[in-house]
């Protein structure tokens, strides 16, 4: 089914029929990327063993399908506005899918790497499509519900991954961790076949390849900055220089943005506060979500002595978003966009307060309390922060629109991962030493790095390294509480931006903007 959509989605008396089968198949098809964000997380030790790859081409496994991936966003979404939506879904199901069975079988780490970043491509294609297709065929009324039950997907795919990568691999090799993918995309293609209509933009623009190329290299040349910081060093030249050389591309993409007839994304949506301060807020909660999640798996596995998959189930309570994202739709019909999303960041900010207090006496439960906390945070950020930035646009620039609120998630979580991830470095590295002195050189070292390393050095010592073990334990959990009281910071700033900045409702005109047009600016409340 083929009929486009775009002649009823903005006034709505006749709204496409089949929305709601179509939402279940763009989430299904949202699920796999959100697992792909973690999934191999718990496979990198096997992957270390069996392909007898480095510490660095590991981290390169991770970091190829990140670094892929938030380069494409804005271009492949400018793609799918242009060319259609449903074509650009399908066509990024196909390369992921493919991508995962050349994991799934690769013989080496390099070609994991490879194979990793065509995934990376995928993805850049699938997560756009599926929100700016949700935009087109939801009428107003009925958006913001469609877009909490997305964001909750989005964000449960993320915590989903730990928990199936590690059943696979208890029961599967490796490799099941990239197959599994394969029956999931194979139903979303057959359904959506059926089901989910197609749309673009009705005035055939010219591509803006030069904005398109201005955007990759700043998005790649940024996130490269951001991944390699906590292992070079925050004031290294590498990072200093990835860093400047994303904001000279920066000046130059937003130049030629505002000098072009037909740009890939246009400035003066920046001056719509529903869209700019809902993207901060967007940025600032995924800071917290990958930045919390990457010092959690690592808590419950060297600090409560869970296995990969027992930690994986023990992140699940992070899943209280699904409920509260859809129901924070119902809340900012009843109370606006502002007081929802800083009660969202707020609550963040509280569960990472809360999560600061724990210490290596602590068990399972207060872990668990601060983790649904923070899902309840989650879910009453993500949805309308993800819906005003997507309501303060033009329904014809839906894909650049999804594809901008992607990019930040993405920018946001790796700045999260590798911030938090510095923070806890630095701590752990200043509270263990004191307990290492003495310890031969190389021991001291290698357990000063990690808390890992430390684990590994204290079972090979046997009884003896059980100090080693204790002091490592207690630092970690030390540089954990420093951590994540910085993400607790960030998010109580982007409460705070919000309430200054965030309007509380939409402007009535935004809801029935032509396609063609830019959404005015909404008014503040």
Known sequence: MEASVNSQVSGLDRPYERRWWALLVLCLSLVVIGMDNTILNVTLPTLARDLQASASELQWMVDSYVLVFAGLLLTMGALG???????????????????????????????????????????????????????????????GRAIGVWAGVAGFGIVLGPVIGGWLLEHFWWGSVFLVNVPVVAVAILAGWAVVPESKDPNATPLDLVGAILSIAALVTLVYGIIEAPENGWTDALTLGAFAVAAVLSVAFIWWERRVEHPMLRMEFFRNPRFSAASAAITLVFFALFGSIFLLTQHLQFVLGYSPLEAGFRVLPVAVLIVAAPLSARLVEAIGTKIVVFVGLLTVAAGLTLLSTVDVSSGYGLVAASIAVIGAGMGFTMAPATESIMGSLPLAKAGVGSAMNDTTRMVGGALGVAVLGSVLASSYGSAVEPALRGAPPQIAQAAGDSIGAATTIAAQLGEQGRPVFEAARAAFVEGMGDAVLVGAAVAAVG???????????????????????????????
């Open 81 to 143: 506005d242009r060319f259609g939506r449903k074509l650009a879904l399908n066509i990024g199901l196909l390369v992921f899918v493919a991508g995962s069975v050349a994991s799934a079988f690769a013989g080496s780490a390099e070609f994991l790497i490879f194979s990793r970043a065509a995934m990376g491509i995928g993805g850049a294609l699938i997560m756009p499509s599926t929100l700016s297709i949700i935009t087109n065929v939801f009428p107003a009324r009925e958006r």
């Open 495 to 525: 409460a705070i931006l919000v309430l200054l900045f965030l309007p509380a409702r939409a402007h009535r005109r935004d809801e029935a903007e032509p396609a063609g047009e830019p959404a005015p600016a909404a008014t503040r409340g």
